[in-house]
């Protein structure tokens, strides 16, 4: 069975990608999203995804994220074998070792920034007395102490990615995977945000970020280029 | 997921929805309502009925026309009528030994009028024996005599409605009435006995027989002498009759075989309406059915997000199944108490009553039907792949 986020060390990696494909079969065609990438992603990394639009860099995270299955290769988590995990045992691995962040937000609808961030938590072994405290907390952490009973509604886009980010935490997870999190968002707001990666980088937080701006990529330690499904640059 | 969290999730989600929610219950509500109160008014006609036989004497046993056990046309029956005086002579003579009294027993519904008012009565022929068989109290006046039964005199004696309404606060004693076209004197008032004897007038079985040119008896009433004699006394009557009558040609009954032939064709009825009343109730469950996948289509994103964040197939199914038996049990309550206050209302016609099984079956039925029609909505939820529920636009 799976075991705790600390049985890694510094120097092995969260994550590994070893050679892994996506096909997607339309009829006689195929089409290729993810060609043979093989990637490593180290504790307290920030690592960014970056390629035009179509090369598969959401695939690409989808998979490591244990969202979507390769067609062929293996994911390693934490020194495990990811290929064999059932369905549930990959359900407990996202809920407590990935935090997903979306370029659309994907809060509930007309739910309290406070509801949302507490959602992972419902699918967690976390006690119930800790919810609120711990979501009260990330929130203010992230800079909306004072946003927590407004509905996702009535939230501004800057405001919407920072109840996200704080839902992605609220688990405190192995790994950050953030999906065009500033595609939604102007550009002083997009910049508002990657700050607040950095500063969760500078927290120890390990990050993958999905851009296909490569003056946000600036921003991370290291970038990986995808192009038509492979990596050509890392 | 705990179960009251998924119970605060579904109730969310409901309440974002409030008027399609109701609506989708609404289905449900109609269908309980019309079973309960359905029931509860099969209850209420039993009771009525047991009521009518209990505000009669004990010791009573009926020869009716025809066979009356369900097996033949009841129409027949009466077409077939063959009870007349000579068969009430029979049981005085050849079974005498139990029977105290002999009653023959003519109905009609007449119009009575006195001056310019009118009552649509049951107009009943009766034995001056009556008085004494059904326990009639007369509280004005007196009932008819021997001599008033063997002269066809035109007397009657009304019940308390009638009396209400043909001579509103005063005595009708010594006043004249019309039943058709004849008049009749008034000769008695009766004490008030139950809604269904209260509307009856009485005269002397020959003056109605000859009035309105009847033959046949529609029963003939027999007081038996002691209660233990009752059996006893059915058998002997039933030979006495048999010496001109066929065996399908009348029964002999008592109160006790009556009563539960009624019961049992109510019984019959309520089920069968009550059935009925359950198809409503399918339809209300399509209705979920519905609902619930257009709701599953919706939220597709919703249970995308809910995957990646950690939630399993089963926890997404148990969540849109608990909507569905919410929806469900929710117009289950709400249909319990709306038929609980139409049978309140009905309680001052009727003595309406809702039995305890019918509220579990109800209520059973309903999570049923919320289970049978959830399931695929739920299944359909759970089975979505969080890569393309995500990408849904
Ligand atoms: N379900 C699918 N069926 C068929 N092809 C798909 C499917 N999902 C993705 N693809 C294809 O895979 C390729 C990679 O898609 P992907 O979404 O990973 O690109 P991306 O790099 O994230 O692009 P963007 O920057 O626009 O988000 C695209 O060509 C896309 O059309
Ligand atoms: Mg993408």
């Not at chain 2, 004693?173 to 004490?191: C, L, R």
């Not at chain 2, 079956?361 to 359909?380: C, N, Q, R």
């Amino acid at each position: 069975m799976y075991t705790s986020k600390n049985s890694s060390s510094k120097n092995s990696p969260i994550l590994e990608a070893r050679n892994i494909c996506k096909y997607y079969d339309m009829g006689d065609t195929r089409i290729t999203a993810v060609k043979n990438a093989s990637l490593s992603v180290y504790p307290g990394e920030f690592v960014a995804i970056v390629g035009k639009s179509g090369s598969g860099k959401s695939t690409l995270m989808h998979m490591i994220g244990l969202l979507d299955t390769p067609s062929e290769g293996e994911i390693v988590l934490n020194g495990h074998l990811t290929k064999n995990f059932k369905e549930n045992q990959l359900a407990n691995i996202r809920n407590s070792e990935i935090g997903f962040i979306f370029q659309a937000f994907n809060l509930l609808q007309r739910t309290t920034a406070l509801d949302n961030v507490i959602l992972p938590l419902t699918y967690s072994n976390v006690p119930k007395a800790d919810w609120n405290k711990k979501a009260i907390d990330m929130l203010t952490m992230v800079g909306l102490g004072n946003r927590l009973y407004n509905r996702s509604n009535e939230l501004s886009g800057g405001q919407k990615q920072r109840v996200a980010i704080a839902r992605a935490l609220i688990n405190n997870p192995s790994i950050i995977l953030a999906d065009e999190p500033t595609g939604n968002l102007d550009s002083k707001t997009g910049t508002e945000i990657m700050e607040l990666f950095l500063h969760l980088n500078t927290q120890g937080k390990t990050i993958v970020l999905v851009t296909h701006d490569d003056d946000l990529a600036e921003i991370a330690q290291r970038k990986v280029v995808l192009r038509d499904g492979e990596i050509i640059n890392q | 997921m705990r179960v009251s969290e998924t119970l605060r999730t579904s109730i969310r989600s409901l309440g974002l929805n409030k008027v399609r929610s109701f609506l989708t219950m609404l289905g449900v509500v109609i269908g309980v309502f019309a079973v309960i109160s359905l029931i509860a008014l099969g209850r209420g006609m039993q009771n009525y009925i047991s009521e009518q036989f209990d505000a009669l004497g004990s010791n009573l046993l009926f020869v009716m026309p025809g066979r009356m056990d369900m097996t033949a046309d009841p129409a027949r029956n009466f077409a077939r009528n063959k009870l007349e005086k000579k068969h009430v002579d029979m049981i005085n003579t050849y079974a005498s030994e139990y029977v105290e009294n002999v009653a023959p027993h003519i109905e009609i519904g007449e119009k009575i009028r006195y001056k310019t008012k009118t009552f649509n009565a049951g107009v009943i022929g009766s034995s001056y024996v009556g008085k004494d068989m059904y326990n009639f109290d007369v509280k004005e006046g007196s009932f008819f005599t021997k001599t008033d039964e063997t002269t066809k005199s035109r007397v009657v004696i009304l019940g308390p409605e009638v009396v209400k309404k043909l001579f509103p606060n005063r005595s009708p004693i010594g006043e004249t009435v019309k039943i058709g076209d004849d008049s009749y004197k008034v000769i008695g008032v009766f004490k008030e006995k139950g809604r269904a004897y209260d509307e009856q007038v009485i005269v002397p079985y020959t003056t109605l027989s000859d009035t309105f040119d009847i033959k046949n008896y529609g029963s003939i009433s027999i007081k038996v002498r002691n209660a233990q004699d009752v059996d006893t006394a059915t058998k002997q009557i039933r030979s006495a009759l048999l010496r001109d009558l066929k065996p399908d040609d009348f029964s002999v009954m008592s109160q006790k075989d009556i009563l539960s032939t009624i019961n049992s064709i109510l019984g019959i009825l309520t089920s069968f309406l009550g059935a009925i009343a359950g198809i409503s109730l399918l339809v209300g469950g399509i209705g979920i059915m519905n609902i619930m996948l257009v709701s599953v289509t919706e939220r597709t994103r919703e249970i995308g997000l809910r995957k990646a964040l950690g939630a399993t197939s089963k926890n997404i199914a148990f969540q849109f199944m608990i909507e569905a038996i919410l929806l469900s049990i929710g117009g289950g309550i709400i249909g319990l108490l709306f038929g609980y206050l139409a049978s309140f209302v009905a309680r001052s016609f009727i003595r309406a009553e809702i039995p305890i099984w019918s509220i579990i079956l109800a209520l059973g039925f309903s999570m049923v039907v919320g289970v049978l029609f959830g399931t695929y909505p739920a299944l359909k939820a759970s089975r979505k792949d969080p890569i393309e529920a995500l990408r849904y636009e």
